[in-house]
């Protein structure tokens, strides 16, 4: 047997699971559609002693799901909380820097409650323009800096959805701006690894 955890996904459409999947915040009480449209199923098929709360809202932007975070990750208590938001802030032409203010404040209140708060990059979408792009290259940037200053995990998860043959575009789309189900299943892949790894 491994070691019991209790992890919220926090997050906009990529933790709820678009376009498969509805998050039980959208479909009380246990969501619906297809179960492997979400990375947090991933993460307990590797780690069936985990439990991973999918708590991501489709189109929600930054300071929305900031809003809710004491409802949807203190009031829970979990041991860790992953946190992946920022790219419909960016998609409604919001700055990168009222992102990074917002995913700033999510990481301190995270740790001010005694979770552990994983940063995430923004994943790619393949109708993002040039304006678009370098602002999700300045946020995901400033998490991978920040998480290395102390007191974050990191997962690369635009990387791991990513084409390696163009950084900007997903791997593997059913609609252009949501990864399939395989990229579902290697973002649950990367963040379980990168837990493992932090918190050993």
């Not at 909380?81 to 999510?106: C, H, P, Y």
């Not at 998860?157 to 290697?186: C, E, F, K, Q």
Request: proline share 6%.
């Amino acid at each position: 047997m491994g070691i019991e955890r209790k992890i919220v996904a926090l997050g906009d459409s990529t933790t709820a699971g678009t376009p498969g999947f509805l998050s039980p915040i959208e479909a009380p009480p246990a969501g619906r559609g297809n179960p492997e449209s979400q990375y947090g199923f991933w993460m307990t098929k590797l780690h069936p002693d985990w439990i991973v709360l999918n708590r991501g809202v489709n189109g929600q932007r930054s300071d929305q799901i900031l809003a809710r975070f004491d409802r949807d990750v203190s009031r829970e208590g979990p041991e860790v909380v992953i946190i992946l938001a920022g790219v419909n802030d960016i998609f409604q032409g919001r700055s990168a820097s009222s992102v990074k203010r917002n995913l700033e404040t999510m990481y301190e209140r995270a740790k001010s409650s005694r979770i552990i708060p994983v940063a995430t990059t923004i994943l790619p979408y393949n109708i993002a323009g040039r304006r678009e792009i370098e602002s999700m290259h300045e946020v995901n940037s400033w998490v991978e800096a920040r998480s290395k200053q102390g007191g974050l995990l990191f997962c690369d998860t635009s990387r791991t959805v990513s084409d390696p043959d163009n950084r900007d575009l997903l791997a593997s789309t059913p609609d252009g701006i949501h990864p399939d189900v395989d990229g579902y299943r290697r973002i649950g892949e990367a963040l379980a690894m990168a837990i493992e790894m932090g918190l050993r």
